[in-house]
């Protein structure tokens, strides 16, 4: 309301039109038990000295934990989250360095397994 107009609203006033969109597509992540479960794993090892770094992706199609002896190396491990393949094989799979899917499955302990280390008797 201007004082030209006496405080009457003028019928050619601006309207914000937002440009069209695409859906936005929910982002896939590591909610906050299965974070709880993986750094259980992850400082286990580093306590022993294996593992030094890890690494977060969050892409569109799937989230990714990659853990790493240096930071200058290729990842050791890829632990993965793909919510398309959850019905078929599992959404959770860990992935070895060449590309080799070590374990995949439907529950995340049962397939971080495969990455703890065979007891040993003393």
Partial sequence: MSERTGGQTDETTARVV??????????IAFDRTELRTIF??????????????YALDFRRDKAVFAIYRRTSEMPLYRIEKDPLLARRQGA?????????????????????????????AV
Avoid: M, S
Avoid at 40 to 53: P, T
């Fill in 92 to 120: 959770y799979a860990v992935v070895a360095a060449g590309g080799l899917v070590l374990k995949r499955g439907h529950d995340l302990a049962r397939v971080l397994a495969v990455l703890e280390k065979p007891l040993r």
């Fill in 40 to 53: 259980n794993l992850y400082g286990r090892r580093v306590a022993e000295g294996e593992w030094r770094d």
């Fill in 18 to 27: 937002p440009f069209p969109a695409a859906p936005a597509t929910p982002q």
